[in-house]
């Protein structure tokens, strides 16, 4: 039976408040019994008041992206007033640190999309799960596994209710619309409907829309597996950079190293972060650059635009994946450095911002079998003689 076949009809949202017995339900402070006011609360008249029940919403019934037995139901209910013309009222975030103005009902697709990405998160980790004995963990881990289930099970009903809005005339709206989509559609319940999507991002990414329009349909399509090769030649830098990180197709390494060679640039490409990724985006371009790299030489040049931009604070992000990449196997005292490993060790060891007494880096050197600290390393690069690359 496909997932079209097994959706459930979408509850009226009243009643699915009514049927509901919040009391015996549970989030992250407990009974579930103040919820429905909160619910409510998404339709009062004032949007303040509106802003202020999203956060309570957020803070306990998706509480750090857990998952409740509150949260299913309460997941249906924000799916069905979507289409309330209340939800078009525009407001700033409950959350003093997010300061964006839009319709509550971007947030609450959004929200939803949050929801769809913590289930999602949990399919992923079903392996690790089943080697786990219900009998070790107790009720509780009853409880979380069955509260898991029941946000599964709504999958198919909250996709039903979300596409549709990939079309609204708020672009806002939309790129929440496809942020919830995409995490939906890792669902293995909702792969059919994966296709009909597809085909509608291919046409908004190869329109003459927005970039970050573009470039989020783009991501989508390569999250879930669609190879996005074909806009490798784009004009726009950010959607040929997109293209390449959904595709493995010869040009995409180019185009990388070509969105690198000023990362300061690519970074500054989208106002917001992208929906799909968090942190700086010359962080995701790397990324996708040492998936695809055959060998360091290749990301040699993105190494030296990156290490300007390399701090303490930021080695799990940049010049640590790159050390990795550059000594696959450990460094060995007395063996030659290859050209390109001693041009990026001393573009590091040249670089204040890399070096303190923050320790992040430490593994990463030592794993790479090299000195953690910088004047070693400088020793180092004084005595051992580059060879060339094989």
């Known amino acids: 039976m496909s997932a079209n076949d097994a959706t459930a009809a979408m509850p009226e949202p009243a009643a699915l408040l009514a049927a509901t017995d919040w ?77 964006r103005a839009r319709p509550l009902r971007a947030a609450l697709l959004e929200w939803l999309g949050e929801l769809a990405d913590s289930a999602a998160y949990e399919d992923d980790e079903d392996d690790e799960d089943d080697e786990e004995d219900p009998e070790d963990n107790g009720e509780e881990w009853a409880e979380e596994i069955a509260a898991i289930e029941a946000c599964r099970t709504v999958r198919p009903q909250l996709f039903d209710a979300v596409a549709p809005w990939l079309d609204d005339a708020d672009a806002t709206v939309r790129e929440a619309a496809l942020g919830a989509v995409t995490h939906l559609l890792r669902a293995p319940e909702l792969a059919d409907r994966i296709p009909a999507a597809a085909g509608r991002l291919e046409r908004i990414a190869r329109g003459d829309g927005d970039r970050r329009e573009r470039a989020g349909a783009l991501l989508s399509l390569g999250a879930w597996g669609r190879d996005t090769g074909g806009l490798l030649t784009d004009s726009d830098p950010a959607v040929r950079a997109c293209a390449a990180l959904g595709s493995t197709a010869p040009g995409a390494v180019p185009a990388l190293l070509d969105a690198l060679a000023d990362p300061a640039a690519a970074d500054a490409w989208f106002d917001e972060p992208l929906p799909h990724f968090d942190g700086w985006f010359r962080f995701t371009l790397l990324r996708g650059l040492l998936d695809r790299a055959r060998h360091f030489d290749e990301v040699l040049p993105a190494a030296l635009s990156l290490v300007p931009m390399c701090g303490q604070y930021t080695v799990d992000s940049d010049w640590g994946p790159l050390l990795a990449s550059a000594f696959p196997e450990p460094y060995t005292p007395g063996r030659p450095l290859t050209a390109a490993q001693h041009a990026f060790l001393r573009a590091l060891a040249e670089r204040d911002a890399c070096w303190g007494d923050v320790a992040n880096r430490v593994s990463w050197l030592r794993s790479a079998g090299l000195p953690t600290e910088r004047a070693p390393l400088r020793a180092l690069l004084a005595a051992g003689a580059a060879t060339p690359s094989p």
């Open 23 to 99: 009391s015996a339900l549970a989030h992250a402070y407990g009974p579930a019994d103040g919820t429905p006011d909160d619910l409510l609360g998404l339709l009062h008249q004032d949007p303040e008041v509106q802003a202020e029940s999203l956060g309570r919403l957020e803070m306990s019934v998706l509480h750090q992206g857990s998952l409740y037995s509150a949260t299913a139901p309460a997941a249906l209910f924000v799916a069905g007033i979507l289409n309330d013309p209340r939800t078009l009222a525009v407001h700033e975030s409950f959350f003093p640190w997010d300061d």
